[in-house]
């Protein structure tokens, strides 16, 4: 099983940009996604795109802020943060569905859509 490998994570004052990689090679593209973990928080979804990159699905906490791309030639995911604000720190993970596997509309923001997870990139945002 392909373990995505997440970077780009930083330390930046609030109104600052940050972009996230996470590089899954031999994975064979299905829909892929960002977490995030705040302290004393849950784990929550922030987005996902779909194989061919069509549909994008984002939690509404970020939306307009947060922008995701994809390179699938290298098995590359992005994440481009603007905007942050100290309620975006957090760990971020990586997260791959199975091979193939499409985004669940409904269902994108649970982690257990995903069978694949990096060991995650810190992000602080100081106000």
């Known amino acids: 099983r392909v373990q995505p490998v997440e970077s780009g994570g930083g330390s930046v004052q609030a109104g600052g940009s940050l972009r996230l990689s996470c590089a899954a090679s031999?994975?064979?593209?299905?829909?892929m996604g960002w977490f995030r973990q705040g302290p004393g928080k849950e784990r929550e979804g922030v987005a996902a795109?779909?194989?061919?990159?069509?549909?994008?699905y984002y939690a509404d906490s970020v939306k307009g802020r947060f922008t995701l791309s994809r390179d699938n030639s290298k098995n590359t995911l992005y994440l481009q943060m603007n905007s942050l604000k100290s309620e975006d720190t957090a760990m971020y993970y990586c997260?791959?569905?199975?091979?193939?596997?499409?985004?669940?509309?409904?269902?994108?923001?649970?982690?257990?859509?995903?069978?694949?997870w990096g060991q995650g990139t810190q992000v602080t945002v100081s106000s």
């Open positions: 795109i779909s194989i061919g990159g069509v549909f994008e």
């Open positions: 031999g994975y064979i593209v299905g829909c």
């Open positions: 997260a791959l569905r199975a091979p193939g596997g499409a985004c669940n509309s409904s269902r994108w923001g649970r982690a257990d859509e995903y069978v694949s």
